[in-house]
């Protein structure tokens, strides 16, 4: 079965400091991969995502994250954290399973510190 | 643009009820996605619709069910509600017809069920 496994619940860190969130996932197949933001009562942003191509993805608020395809990982990172970056990060996985369906993580709650 | 919108955005309902989410896209948008957001099982996919055909189903019983409008509003009805099916529900609308289009969330409505 298909699954998304984020590997830290919870990643504190001081503004300024740079961060990585991790996300590995299980697939056989080609998948499409993703990652979202959720801010406190509100729905999820898209922060970036890898179809194909190059694998160094950029995105939204200076974040991004590199595809490895050996080692099954889409980690996020930001060289420097500001205190607004605070929020929930879902990592996301789309295949092609007699329909599209998106599987995602449990979350990694960021936390950024003055 | 005015953004995804959902209505309403709290509701408490008891066992047994049932319940019916509304879900307004971005203008122009012409597909609707819904989920499920718990504690306990996180984000979970019920069904996408794109021009009024239900294009994808997660697995969620027979008592979750939706709909699209030709304006391409969606709803999404629960009926005969249990406590487990209290929980965020997510909706979010996509331009075109791929899949890996971006998806624009709503900020949710919180099932409550007693």
């Known amino acids: 079965a298909q699954s998304v496994t984020q590997l830290d619940s919870q990643v504190p860190v001081f503004e300024e400091a740079p961060v990585e969130l991790r996300c590995n996932y299980s697939s056989s197949v080609s998948v499409y991969l993703f990652w979202y933001v959720q801010y406190p009562n509100q729905g999820l942003q898209l922060l970036l995502k890898y179809l194909s191509g190059s694998t160094l993805v950029k995105g939204i608020n200076g974040f991004e994250a590199e595809f490895n395809k050996s080692q099954t990982s889409f980690h996020l990172r930001k060289p420097s954290v500001h205190i607004s970056d605070t929020a929930e990060y879902f990592c996301?996985?789309?295949?092609?399973?007699?329909?599209?369906?998106?599987?995602f993580g449990a979350g990694t709650r960021l936390f950024v510190k003055a | 643009k005015a953004g995804v919108t959902q209505t309403p955005r709290y509701l408490i309902k008891t066992r047994g009820q049932q319940v019916t989410l509304s879900c307004s896209p971005i203008?122009?948008?012409?597909?609707v996605s819904w989920y499920q957001q718990t504690p306990g099982q996180g984000l979970q996919f019920l069904f996408e619709?794109?021009?009024?055909?239900?294009?994808n189903k997660g697995n969620f019983p027979g008592r979750f069910s939706g709909r699209q409008f030709s304006n391409s509003r969606s709803e999404m009805n629960v009926s005969t509600l249990e406590l487990g099916d209290s929980a965020l529900y997510l909706c979010a609308s996509t331009a075109g017809a791929s899949h890996t289009d971006t998806q624009y969330f709503g900020p949710g409505t919180r099932l409550t069920v007693l």
């Open positions: 996301a996985v789309m295949r092609n399973t007699g329909g599209f369906k998106t599987i």
């Open positions: 203008s122009g948008h012409r597909s």
């Open positions: 619709y794109f021009s009024e055909t239900q294009r």
